[in-house]
T-cell receptor
């Protein structure tokens, strides 16, 4: 399967702990996006990379959130000092460029207890 | 302020009939529109897209119509099948001079009854 892969699929963590998610995009795609989806809402943009450069961050991305894409391949999203409000589905997507559709992974479901 | 709106949270259609899902947007700079389908516990799956230079795009049972003057687009599914039951998201982006990130509506849950 050469689609977008996310790991883990589910994560339960205690409030205050740090968590890290990984995304492996489709190999030839240079753009990688992170979105967050909560119940009853559409996916909300968090940040995106073109190759290894992080080009935009949403105001939803607080200082506790950090994303990296070393070498322009896989990406990680870290949340420090998790809060209950961070509970959501975190989606990664990749695209071949700005003019093409983005393909999503299956997401990581985070539950903060 | 929501830039992409799907005002119908749900839609129920009989198998074999047409499903019409609607979407409105407010940002006149949007120039690329997409529809995604989402099953529970999965990521959105791309269905069909349309550029602002077109008013219609068709792919099999799926057709997207764009009315730029009304800032409105719709997805038609003909004929509807039970397997089409899912949440459908409309998304828009501003490709020119922008980053291309997608702005999504809240989704419409389609139920196709046998």
């Amino acid at each position: 399967d050469t689609g977008v892969s996310q790991d883990p699929r589910h994560k339960i963590t205690k409030r205050g702990q740090n968590v890290t998610f990984r995304c492996d995009p489709i190999s030839e795609h240079n753009r990688l996006y992170w979105y967050r989806q909560t119940l009853g809402q559409g996916p909300e943009f968090l940040t995106y990379f073109q190759n290894e450069a992080q080009l935009e961050k949403s105001r939803l991305l607080s200082d506790r959130f950090s994303a990296e894409r070393p070498k322009g391949s896989f990406s990680t999203l870290e949340i420090q000092r998790t809060e209950q409000g961070d509970s959501a589905m975190y989606l990664c997507a990749s695209s071949a460029g700005v003019s093409t559709e983005a393909f999503f992974g299956q997401g990581t479901r985070l539950t903060v207890v | 302020d929501q830039q992409v709106k799907q005002n119908s949270p749900s839609l129920s259609v009989q198998e074999g009939r047409i499903s019409i899902l609607n979407c409105d947007y407010t940002n006149s700079m949007f120039d690329y529109f997409l529809w995604y389908k989402k099953y529970p516990a999965e990521g959105p799956t791309f269905l069909i897209s349309i550029s602002s230079i077109k008013d219609k795009n068709e792919d099999g049972r799926f057709t997207v119509f764009l009315n730029k003057s009304a800032k409105h687009l719709s997805l038609h599914i003909v004929p509807s099948q039970p397997g089409d039951s899912a949440v459908y998201f409309c998304a828009a982006s501003e490709r020119k001079g922008s980053q291309g990130n997608l702005i999504f509506g809240k989704g419409t849950k389609l139920s196709v009854k046998p």
